[in-house]
């Protein structure tokens, strides 16, 4: 037996009527929320090249939002469309799932519905995310090459590297290494090797024909040293001073 009274279907068909009515009447010029027009027709420029990078950012920001409330205004109506079809064929308030009658409070807070409150789709966390996190991934995007072992070359990383390194709005102490004592050992893995392999490749150095060998005596000198790692030849001698 049908659990709902011609008074609460009346209700609730009004309900649905006027929200499908809204929908339409809200829904932007031939429900396109401005989508027909590109970029460029709607800034009323022939190009946007000359533009600010902020310009053109707000720009893009507002053409999202309008792809945002397009989906959002059709997934709506078509949710009102479903229901009012339910109302005809007199599946209306029974849910799909369990077939079990619909509560009338929850019809009332949520007309568009087609399940019951144990069966609601909308209890499941949503698996989709932004596109632009699969093209940002991995981290620094697709010109990371931290996962191929046989690259040794320039990448997305290191060019974030150099960015944070002419600073940011952070300080020394919000950094996550606790040993930090300036801004140039904030950055992503500062401690990384540039240039070099092995620490002492980067205080040995020779002549153009590699004969004259000097040390420069670098912090990562000091830290080779006070590891245990240098060579009694490699400390400082005030008797060899002029050799180096």
């Known amino acids: ?32 929320f401005g989508l027909s027009n590109s970029l460029r027709e709607a800034s009323g420029e022939l190009s946007a090249y000359d533009n600010h990078p902020g310009d053109t950012a707000t720009e893009l920001y507002e053409r999202e939002k309008d792809i945002a409330l397009q989906e ?10 479903k229901a009012l079809v339910a109302m005809q064929q007199g599946t209306y308030g029974i849910c799909r799932t369990c077939n079990t009658p619909i509560d009338y409070e929850r019809l009332q807070a949520v007309p568009t519905t087609l399940y019951c409150k144990t069966h609601s789709p909308s209890q499941h966390s949503s698996d989709r995310r932004p596109i632009e996190e699969e093209f940002l991934a991995p981290p620094f995007g697709r010109t990371s090459m931290d ?52 620490p002492f490749e980067s205080f040995l150095a020779t002549d153009l024909y ?35």
Not at 224 to 233: F, S
Request: no cysteine.
């Open 1 to 32: 037996m049908y659990h709902l009274t011609n008074s609460e279907l009346f209700e609730l068909k009004k309900q649905l009527q006027n929200e499908q009515k809204f929908l339409k009447e809200h829904a932007g010029q031939d429900g396109s």
């Open 72 to 81: 959002n205004y059709e997934e709506h109506l078509n949710e009102v469309n």
């Open 147 to 198: 996962e191929r072992s046989e690259w040794t070359g320039f990448d997305g990383e290191d060019a974030w590297q150099i960015v944070a390194s002419w600073g940011n709005s952070n300080s020394p102490a919000m950094s996550e290494n606790r040993d930090v004592t300036s801004y140039d050992e904030m950055t992503i893995e500062s401690d990384e090797a540039d240039g070099y392999v092995e």
């Open 210 to 244: 590699g004969k004259q060998l000097s040390v420069v005596r670098n912090k990562a000198y000091h830290q080779y040293i006070h590891d245990g790692e240098g060579e009694a030849l490699l400390e400082f001698d005030e008797s060899q001073q002029d050799e180096y």
